[in-house]
């Protein structure tokens, strides 16, 4: 099935969160779904990602024209990603023993890329040229490791994905206001009016 990928899908606030958000319910083993099942999603994203993520990209276009081949590799970033930063939000710090596997998917995202980044104005290298998806994502989430972006993390409480709180007081609750935060304000309204109309037994 085609996904769109829609501006809820880029709530993460960074490329490598976004990515990792691309498994649903993941909290929910019963209705859990990973949307890179099928291979040509992660082209789509990728494309999509370009518009979404222009800002942190600094314009450069994201490039998956195989993938199949690019899948393992970007699984594995997506996975060492959440493992790593959501047990972070949980227990308010990074555990070395998840680095080691980080690194390592981070690294062959890395492994045949021939460009350069961190330019003043250019974080992702030169926007005249397109930079594979896998090397992008591994320069994403390597970008997480900052203390004050590790301190803004949030895992919200309706759909489990992970985001990066930029709220000027670090109080943003949902990942996205308009979608996660309605649907627990109508969860609420709902079962306050649910348990209005119960007559308790005689």
């Known amino acids: 099935m085609t996904v769109s990928w ?42 999509a990602a370009s518009g979404f993520r222009a800002t942190e990209l ?19 970033i997506r996975e060492a990603t959440d493992r790593l930063f959501r047990h972070a939000v949980s227990n308010g710090a990074v555990a070395t023993s998840h680095l080691p596997d980080f690194l390592t998917a981070c690294a062959n995202g890395l492994s045949g890329s021939a460009t350069e980044i961190g330019t003043p104005g250019q974080p992702f290298g030169d926007p005249q040229t397109p930079i594979a998806f ?26 489990s994905w992970l985001f990066v709180d930029r709220s000027r007081n670090a109080s943003r609750l949902w990942c996205d206001m308009a979608v996660c935060g309605n649907r627990q304000k109508a969860n609420r309204y709902y079962r306050r009016r649910t348990a209005a109309r119960e007559v308790p037994n005689a």
Do not use: W, Y
């Open 134 to 159: 896998e090397a992008a994502l591994a320069v994403s989430a390597l970008s997480l490791l900052r203390d004050e972006t590790v301190a803004r993390l949030r895992i919200c409480p309706n759909c």
């Open 58 to 76: 600094g314009g450069r276009r994201l490039r998956a024209p195989e993938p199949g081949e690019i899948k393992p590799t970007v699984i594995s």
């Open 6 to 47: 829609t501006p809820h899908r880029f709530t993460g606030g960074i490329l490598a969160l976004d990515t990792a958000n691309t498994v649903v319910l993941r909290n929910d083993p019963q209705k859990s779904f990973d949307r890179f099942d099928d291979p040509a999603e992660i082209a789509r994203f990728a494309e």
